[in-house]
């Protein structure tokens, strides 16, 4: 196990390991969790997470340290995302949805590149399919507007939010895989490495999307004066609708 040990009175610098599970209850420990898509919050500490009793407390203090995915970092100062910023700003408030989960979303499908394909058809910045477009009154033709793009992809967003009870992974699943895909899953996250894939970026990128730089590590504790820190912890992520499931400060 990662080793908390310290001279005395120094502050204690480790790591901690998380990992989304099928359920969307994330598991935290002070050791890696050998799980596909694990995220590592680096300078945080187990011991100091379990004093905190509330499930948003947890999140919030998690938040502080959670680095983007590999590759996203730049994203936010790229000429892309700045060219649809108002549009996402202007669609997470008329669907009442958090910014940074639809900002997430559409850096996880497109890098914000509103001439994006799949080869399944997708189409634009929120990767929507033509079928999906028409539900919300978008003709196939105005996918590549970014504004009738993105309003969609939030409608639809929204949708799934309701439909799985303000649950966040297994609405980013839906929106990922389908609806049916979660329901035929039991109400879980499918067991396609595609979607756990997706699902794990999509919530990293939420919680590392802050409007301000991490805070400096902090002293967590002191080793000589305290008991050691448990080895595991779960958090069981609080339904949201328009609020974050990763909360910030």
């Not at 394909?117 to 033509?130: E, K």
């Not at 997706?198 to 301000?212: A, D, K, N, S």
Request: proline share 9%; net charge positive; hydrophobic share 45%.
């Amino acid at each position: 196990m990662l080793s908390f040990l310290m001279i005395s009175a120094l502050p204690v610098r480790a790591d901690l390991w998380a990992h989304l599970d099928s359920q969307g209850a994330i598991h935290f420990a002070a050791e890696p969790l050998g799980a596909r898509g694990q995220m590592r919050f680096p300078g945080a500490s187990l011991e100091r997470l379990a004093r905190f009793k509330d499930a948003t407390a947890r999140l919030k203090e998690v938040n502080q340290r959670l680095p983007l995915p590999p590759g996203f970092a730049a994203l936010e100062q790229s000429s892309r995302y700045h060219a649809v910023q108002e549009h996402l700003h202007a669609a997470a408030r008329e669907h009442a949805l958090d910014y940074r989960l639809l900002k997430a979303v559409a850096a996880a499908e497109s890098s914000f590149n509103p001439a994006a394909v799949s080869r399944r058809g997708a189409v634009g910045l929120m990767q929507l399919m033509p079928a999906t477009a028409r539900q919300y009154g978008v003709a196939p033709e105005r996918l590549a507007d970014p504004r009738a793009n993105i309003d969609a992809g939030a409608r639809h967003l929204k949708y799934l939010m309701q439909r799985f009870q303000g649950r966040l992974a297994l609405a980013v699943a839906a929106y990922n895989a389908g609806e049916g895909a979660v329901r035929r899953a039991g109400n879980q996250v499918p067991g396609y490495p595609e979607t756990q894939g997706y699902v794990q970026t999509v919530m990293q990128l939420y919680g590392g999307f802050r409007p301000h730089p991490a805070s400096a590590a902090r002293p967590l504790f002191n080793a000589a004066a305290r008991p050691a820190p448990p080895t595991r912890l779960r958090v069981t992520l609080p339904p949201a609708f328009s609020s974050p499931v990763l909360p910030h400060e």
